[in-house]
């Protein structure tokens, strides 16, 4: 038996200490949040892409009363910049969450079936796509999908 150990490197900025693309992004998605339709769980969470030719997408969660049929942030966003610009390569995902009047403090990292999809669009994309997970104060930066998704299922 052997072990086999999965690490996964989080760069922690502080909202200051990123660039201005990043933050312009943070700010998409934070701004997003407003657009979520949450009203099951009141956490609203929004999402911004950044696209190779520069578009920048943005979404935000959408419930449904039968639950299993709302939509993450995510989810939302990528598929949208997927139908909008079908072949342009993702660059950047931002994630922004809001909440009981405040963005929350700790950032929120997307949902399993999410990162499934995001890992997609990476592939498709030929180059990891940066993840940006914004709390409050701080952002973590994930350099590309499969930091939050080892031992992907991978059918292509
Ligand atoms: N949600 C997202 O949109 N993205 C995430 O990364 C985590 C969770 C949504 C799903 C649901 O509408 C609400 O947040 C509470 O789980």
């Given at each position: 038996?052997?072990?086999k150990?999965?690490?996964?490197k989080?760069?922690v900025?502080?909202?200051?200490?990123?660039?201005d693309?990043?933050?312009?992004?943070?700010?998409?998605?934070?701004?997003?949040?407003?657009?979520?339709?949450?009203?099951?769980?009141?956490?609203?969470?929004?999402?911004?892409?950044?696209?190779?030719?520069?578009?920048?997408?943005?979404?935000?969660?959408?419930?449904?009363?039968a639950?299993?049929?709302?939509?993450?942030a995510?989810?939302?966003?990528?598929?949208?910049?997927?139908?909008?610009?079908?072949?342009?390569?993702?660059?950047?995902?931002?994630?922004?969450?809001f909440?009981?009047?405040?963005?929350?403090d700790?950032?929120?990292?997307?949902?399993?079936?999410?990162r499934?999809?995001?890992?997609?669009?990476?592939?498709?994309?030929?180059?990891?796509?940066?993840?940006?997970?914004?709390?409050?104060?701080?952002?973590?930066?994930?350099?590309?999908?499969?930091?939050?998704?080892?031992?992907?299922?991978?059918?292509?």
């Amino acid at each position: 038996m052997e072990n086999k150990i999965i690490s996964t490197k989080i760069e922690v900025y502080s909202y200051n200490e990123l660039n201005d693309t990043d933050k312009n992004l943070v700010e998409r998605a934070k701004k997003a949040t407003e657009t979520s339709y949450a009203p099951y769980s009141k956490f609203n969470v929004g999402a911004a892409v950044l696209l190779e030719n520069g578009e920048i997408i943005s979404g935000s969660n959408q419930e449904n009363a039968a639950f299993p049929s709302g939509t993450c942030a995510e989810r939302t966003t990528i598929f949208y910049a997927g139908a909008r610009f079908p072949g342009v390569r993702f660059c950047k995902l931002a994630i922004a969450a809001f909440t009981e009047g405040e963005f929350i403090d700790e950032p929120i990292s997307p949902c399993g079936a999410c990162r499934q999809a995001i890992l997609e669009y990476e592939k498709l994309g030929g180059q990891p796509i940066e993840i940006l997970l914004a709390g409050r104060n701080k952002v973590y930066k994930l350099q590309g999908i499969r930091s939050l998704l080892p031992l992907s299922f991978e059918e292509f």
